[in-house]
């Protein structure tokens, strides 16, 4: 599997009238080509931000994308995403990354046709002509399963149901048949049936096009359906990368592992309570000079308090950022 | 068809892409279903058709003097007569005549008065709202002054200054009524331009130039149409304001403004002398406020849905 994007030490911030807002501080992964990596992670954990900030999607004032570099390996050759002027990035955003938005509800210009809506990204990015623009976002809406493509074609978003509405999204994110799809909680505002046709249909296109798939969620539940990896976010910092078995079956983040032990599992035979990870996310308007998990942290002894915990490898394809080795119970010692 | 049943409300002559032809005889159809559009419409053209036509439907020349018979009641009284079925004015010029022609004005006055404040609110609203910050400051400023200024006050004012004319009327509502427009398109702007579809086009690649022209300018359009009708009622209730106060057309231009401004001092003993031409004004406006809303509402596929 050949890299498709590397993203190292990407700082944002955001300038507010109470302060300095540290929304992400040094992240790094890569991508590989047709993969599927998930991005989990509380609200404000970063997990937005950090896709938005690839893509310069950041309103600024009052966000800024302070540091890091965003290699995408794009068939033009690498290029750092972050240092692309806004024209190139016009090109980029909707050509060879694509989004899909939580809200679609709200996503599409009430007022434009759909198919017009998808035929000005095909006219935009790949030149095609009207006629041609037409045939190819009928094929699009035909491969995100809408019926009647053709009549559906001339409809308005206000006669489209959510989950139409967000299958439209979708059209027009794959459109120009782009290398990467970023989907930020596409299925959140849907009701679970029509979540689990969305992911069946990511799937579908995934195989099919061979599309890398950056799904942001919150939603474990929805992650051990589709990714093959996948990224923990918390205070604006990776706390834990693995494959995704692994990381059900081995968390080595307390955090990860607090996050698990508050799903409802259906394969265990004795009942058990629900638990809920006690304590507030941080604040990330204080700079962060030590674990940002450590107030909430059953696990947290003096080293918490002093030092930013690195990614560690505890297995293969498997990071943490933690000083406590969860597993055997003991302080790790590097 | 499957979709039918997802959503029973669409209207099979939506969802068909169609040609100028078909669309405007949809439009005439939605027309059909809507008692106060239609009504609209037909008043509207009624006062339109007077415009126009005023020349074949007056009886007499507007301008044409019969002292001995000045001061004439319409036909409905005894001593009137239907040679001058709204009576004669204090010259001896046929009331029925003037009204007609009155139409001219007021309709020159509103239509090119809104079109000029529309068009210049508009590249000044679409300015302020999309590119907000100083620029913004810069040109509301100035705006927000104008606002705030009374509003007869300031048109008597500047045309008093200006002198009566035609094209310095229309030049003055123009000018003076764009920053209702501009305010009203800035609003729009700044809330469009922070909505969920235009950011999903940005991240879809779309230029500022698309997002301006094909995001952002077609959300306007029912905004601006809605103001422009009442505007236009406005205007014309100010056209005749001026011309009540002698500061509108020139004298011997019959104006729905004019003839009131002649019939105030008869008021007493002749009062169809401002009859006629205020139920003229009356029934513009209302006519422009029914076939406005309507339009509005064809104009907007999502309130399209709820009108039927």
Redesign the interface.
């Given at each position: 599997m050949a890299l498709l994007l590397e993203v190292k030490d990407l700082v944002t911030k955001f300038y507010t009238v109470d302060g300095v807002v540290n929304a992400i501080n040094g992240v790094s992964f890569n991508l590989n080509e047709g993969e599927t990596l998930a991005i989990v992670g509380e609200s404000g954990s970063g997990k937005s931000v950090s896709m938005l900030s690839l893509l310069g999607l950041i309103r600024t004032p009052p966000g800024r994308v302070e540091g890091g570099e965003a290699l995408f390996h794009s068939p033009q050759g690498i290029r750092n995403l972050l240092k692309l002027t806004s024209k190139e990035l016009d090109d980029v955003r909707g050509g060879q990354i694509g989004f899909v938005f939580q809200d679609a509800q709200m996503s599409l210009n009430p007022i434009l046709k759909v198919g017009d809506q998808i035929t000005e990204t095909l006219i935009q990015h790949l030149k095609l002509s009207k006629d041609q623009a037409r045939a190819r976002a009928i094929e699009l809406l035909t491969e995100v399963g809408i019926p009647d493509p053709e009549l559906r074609f001339g409809n308005y978003p206000f006669e489209f149901s959510g989950g139409m509405r967000q299958r439209v999204m979708i059209a027009i994110a794959i459109a120009c048949n782009p290398q990467i799809v970023i989907a930020d909680e596409p299925t959140t505002a849907l009701d679970v049936t029509i979540q689990a046709q969305m992911v069946t249909l990511f799937k579908r296109l995934r195989d099919k096009l061979g599309i890398a798939i950056i799904w942001i969620t919150h939603d474990l539940g929805v992650v051990a359906g589709i990714a093959e990896r996948v990224l923990v976010f918390y205070g604006g910092r990776i706390v834990e990368s693995a494959q995704v078995d692994d990381l059900y079956e081995h968390p080595a983040h307390p955090y990860t592992y607090g996050l698990l032990q508050a799903l409802p599992r259906l394969d265990s035979k004795e009942s058990r309570r629900l638990v809920s990870i006690e304590g507030t996310p941080p604040d990330l308007l204080i700079p962060l000079r030590n674990c940002p998990f450590a107030w909430r942290c059953k696990h947290v002894f003096e080293r918490c308090w002093k030092e930013i915990p690195q990614l560690y490898p505890v297995g293969e394809k498997h990071l943490t950022a933690c000083f406590y080795d969860l597993e055997k119970g003991v302080v790790r010692n590097d | 068809?499957?979709?039918n049943s997802?959503?029973p409300?669409?209207d099979s002559l939506?969802?068909?892409?169609h040609p100028f032809k078909d669309k405007l005889s949809y439009l005439f159809r939605l027309l059909r279903r809507d008692k106060s559009g239609i009504i609209g419409l037909a008043m509207f053209t009624v006062v339109l058709f007077a415009a126009v036509f005023a020349p074949y439907i007056s009886t007499w020349d507007p301008l044409d003097q019969e002292l001995s018979a000045s001061r004439m009641p319409p036909a409905s009284n005894v001593a009137g007569s239907w040679s001058h079925p709204f009576g004669t004015d204090s010259l001896g010029r046929d009331l029925y005549s003037r009204v007609v022609y009155g139409a001219r004005v007021s309709l020159t006055v509103g239509f090119f008065g809104v079109l000029i404040a529309a068009s210049l609110g508009m590249v000044i609203g679409l300015i302020a709202g999309y590119f907000g910050g100083r620029i913004d400051t810069i040109i509301m400023t100035p705006i927000n002054l104008i606002l705030s200024l009374p509003y007869l006050l300031f048109v008597v004012f500047i045309a008093s200054i200006l002198g009566r004319s035609l094209i310095n009327v229309i030049l003055i509502f123009g000018i003076t009524d764009s920053p209702v427009f501009a305010r009203v398109v800035r609003g729009e702007v700044l809330r469009i331009r922070e909505?969920?579809?235009?950011?999903?086009?940005?991240?879809?690649?779309?230029?500022w130039v698309?997002i301006l022209f094909?995001?952002i300018m077609?959300?306007l359009i029912?905004p601006i149409i809605t103001l422009a009708t009442f505007e236009m009622s406005a205007m014309i209730f100010y056209e005749a304001g001026l011309g009540f106060l002698g500061l509108s057309v020139p004298p011997t231009t019959p104006s729905w403004g004019n003839m009131l401004a002649e019939g105030r001092k008869y008021l007493a003993n002749y009062p169809w002398l401002m009859t006629f031409p205020g139920l003229a004004i009356m029934f513009t406006s209302m006519a422009m406020n029914l076939f406005g809303d309507w339009l509005r509402d064809v104009l907007?596929?999502?309130l399209r849905?709820a009108r039927k």
């Amino acid at each position: 599997m050949a890299l498709l994007l590397e993203v190292k030490d990407l700082v944002t911030k955001f300038y507010t009238v109470d302060g300095v807002v540290n929304a992400i501080n040094g992240v790094s992964f890569n991508l590989n080509e047709g993969e599927t990596l998930a991005i989990v992670g509380e609200s404000g954990s970063g997990k937005s931000v950090s896709m938005l900030s690839l893509l310069g999607l950041i309103r600024t004032p009052p966000g800024r994308v302070e540091g890091g570099e965003a290699l995408f390996h794009s068939p033009q050759g690498i290029r750092n995403l972050l240092k692309l002027t806004s024209k190139e990035l016009d090109d980029v955003r909707g050509g060879q990354i694509g989004f899909v938005f939580q809200d679609a509800q709200m996503s599409l210009n009430p007022i434009l046709k759909v198919g017009d809506q998808i035929t000005e990204t095909l006219i935009q990015h790949l030149k095609l002509s009207k006629d041609q623009a037409r045939a190819r976002a009928i094929e699009l809406l035909t491969e995100v399963g809408i019926p009647d493509p053709e009549l559906r074609f001339g409809n308005y978003p206000f006669e489209f149901s959510g989950g139409m509405r967000q299958r439209v999204m979708i059209a027009i994110a794959i459109a120009c048949n782009p290398q990467i799809v970023i989907a930020d909680e596409p299925t959140t505002a849907l009701d679970v049936t029509i979540q689990a046709q969305m992911v069946t249909l990511f799937k579908r296109l995934r195989d099919k096009l061979g599309i890398a798939i950056i799904w942001i969620t919150h939603d474990l539940g929805v992650v051990a359906g589709i990714a093959e990896r996948v990224l923990v976010f918390y205070g604006g910092r990776i706390v834990e990368s693995a494959q995704v078995d692994d990381l059900y079956e081995h968390p080595a983040h307390p955090y990860t592992y607090g996050l698990l032990q508050a799903l409802p599992r259906l394969d265990s035979k004795e009942s058990r309570r629900l638990v809920s990870i006690e304590g507030t996310p941080p604040d990330l308007l204080i700079p962060l000079r030590n674990c940002p998990f450590a107030w909430r942290c059953k696990h947290v002894f003096e080293r918490c308090w002093k030092e930013i915990p690195q990614l560690y490898p505890v297995g293969e394809k498997h990071l943490t950022a933690c000083f406590y080795d969860l597993e055997k119970g003991v302080v790790r010692n590097d | 068809m499957a979709s039918n049943s997802l959503t029973p409300q669409s209207d099979s002559l939506l969802t068909v892409q169609h040609p100028f032809k078909d669309k405007l005889s949809y439009l005439f159809r939605l027309l059909r279903r809507d008692k106060s559009g239609i009504i609209g419409l037909a008043m509207f053209t009624v006062v339109l058709f007077a415009a126009v036509f005023a020349p074949y439907i007056s009886t007499w020349d507007p301008l044409d003097q019969e002292l001995s018979a000045s001061r004439m009641p319409p036909a409905s009284n005894v001593a009137g007569s239907w040679s001058h079925p709204f009576g004669t004015d204090s010259l001896g010029r046929d009331l029925y005549s003037r009204v007609v022609y009155g139409a001219r004005v007021s309709l020159t006055v509103g239509f090119f008065g809104v079109l000029i404040a529309a068009s210049l609110g508009m590249v000044i609203g679409l300015i302020a709202g999309y590119f907000g910050g100083r620029i913004d400051t810069i040109i509301m400023t100035p705006i927000n002054l104008i606002l705030s200024l009374p509003y007869l006050l300031f048109v008597v004012f500047i045309a008093s200054i200006l002198g009566r004319s035609l094209i310095n009327v229309i030049l003055i509502f123009g000018i003076t009524d764009s920053p209702v427009f501009a305010r009203v398109v800035r609003g729009e702007v700044l809330r469009i331009r922070e909505s969920a579809y235009v950011e999903s086009a940005i991240s879809a690649g779309a230029r500022w130039v698309r997002i301006l022209f094909s995001h952002i300018m077609p959300n306007l359009i029912g905004p601006i149409i809605t103001l422009a009708t009442f505007e236009m009622s406005a205007m014309i209730f100010y056209e005749a304001g001026l011309g009540f106060l002698g500061l509108s057309v020139p004298p011997t231009t019959p104006s729905w403004g004019n003839m009131l401004a002649e019939g105030r001092k008869y008021l007493a003993n002749y009062p169809w002398l401002m009859t006629f031409p205020g139920l003229a004004i009356m029934f513009t406006s209302m006519a422009m406020n029914l076939f406005g809303d309507w339009l509005r509402d064809v104009l907007d596929p999502r309130l399209r849905r709820a009108r039927k």
